[in-house]
T-cell receptor
Framework: DSGVTQTPKHLITATGQRVTLRCSPR?????VYWYQQSLDQGLQFLIQ???????AKGNILERFSAQQFPDLHSELNLSSLELGDSALYFC?????????????FGPGTRLTVL | KNEVEQSPQNLTAQEGEFITINCSYS?????LHWLQQHPGGGIVSLFMLSSGKKKHGRLIATINIQEKHSSLHITASHPRDSAVYICAVRYIFGNQFYFGTGTSLTVIP
């Protein structure tokens, strides 16, 4: 158990809908990262937040947005969902924001778009 | 084009064998991570490297910054090592992470 929690575990929805994925980092960790893992694209970095501020941005679509709240939990919002958004979404946390920090991964949210 | 190349893609070994997985990348990095993804999907960070070599139990990771290459070695492999091993780099410019496509390892008893 990494100490990172993600909810929900599974999510099934329809094209065009909007969903929110939630991540609670390990106690004391200030950085949260979001990743998408699909069968055809593998793991992709979406975005990083550090203490409430966006720190780095990857291949995050304009239909997706994220934020980190004052209590340090983070939410990833996915809207106008398409079939290709079906994937595993992982959240990870680390103590600080540096590139050498060890990241602790949550169990993931499996999103299925029908 | 994937910025991070891993080889081999698939690897089957007999229990006890020495295993090497390779990772190469194209531009300057601030760090390289080796991750393990279990069959159930969970991801664990094994190593973070910015230079040199690290060892943890039967696992050894090395990086050669000049050659832009890293290796993950597993000594005395065991069936519980069966997993997908993923190399990830964080580039100096842009601060983004890029991932290799993973090496699927199966260790047969």
């Amino acid at each position: 158990d990494s100490g990172v929690t993600q909810t929900p575990k599974h999510l099934i929805t329809a094209t065009g809908q909007r969903v929110t994925l939630r991540c609670s980092p390990r106690s004391g960790d200030l950085s949260v990262y979001w990743y998408q893992q699909s069968l055809d694209q593998g793991l992709q970095f979406l975005i990083q937040y550090y203490n409430g501020e966006e720190r780095a941005k990857g291949n995050i679509l304009e239909r997706f947005s994220a934020q980190q709240f004052p209590d340090l939990h983070s939410e990833l919002n996915l809207s106008s969902l398409e079939l290709g958004d079906s994937a595993l979404y992982f959240c990870a946390s680390s103590g600080l924001a540096g590139p050498t920090d060890t990241q602790y991964f949550g169990p993931g949210t499996r999103l299925t778009v029908l | 084009k994937n910025e991070v190349e891993q080889s081999p893609q698939n690897l089957t070994a007999q229990e006890g064998e020495f295993i090497t997985i390779n990772c190469s990348y194209s531009v300057g990095i601030s760090a390289l991570h080796w991750l393990q993804q279990h069959p159930g999907g969970g991801i664990v960070s094994l190593f973070m490297l910015s230079s040199g070599k690290k060892k943890h139990g039967r696992l050894i990771a090395t990086i050669n910054i000049q050659e832009k290459h890293s290796s993950l070695h597993i000594t005395a492999s065991h069936p519980r090592d069966s997993a997908v091993y993923i190399c990830a780099v964080r580039y100096i410019f842009g601060n983004q992470f890029y991932f290799g496509t993973g090496t699927s390892l199966t260790v047969i008893p």
